[in-house]
């Protein structure tokens, strides 16, 4: 059984993809989203949630979402500010043929 589904929501992401900003690999570590009292990966857009000066959340983009350089599924997206403001960077940790 693999360690993540296609769908969209915080209960199919790669539960392994909080060991990049050294998180427990638990559900709750992962979302809800719709909570503000702890800090999620999925679809994380908060700055300095988990590295100062960066934006990094966990999404799983369509075919018609991918980052430059990225494939379609599980995507670890980085976003800077300050000196590294407009750097947006995508790391693939799950490819998917159909996440729909």
Request: aromatic share 8%.
């Amino acid at each position: 059984m693999a360690s993540w589904g296609k769908t969209d929501a915080y209960t199919a992401a790669p539960l392994w993809a909080l060991a990049y900003v050294n998180r427990a690999p638990v559900l709750t570590n992962m979302g809800p989203i719709d909570s503000a009292a702890v800090e999620f990966l999925f679809e994380n857009a908060e700055a300095n949630d988990y590295i100062t000066g960066t934006t990094i959340g966990l999404f799983n983009l369509t075919s018609g979402q991918i980052l430059a350089g990225t494939h379609q599924g599980w995507v670890l997206k980085r976003e800077g500010s300050g000196g590294r403001a407009n750097r947006i960077t995508g790391e693939t940790l799950v490819c998917l043929t159909s996440n729909t």
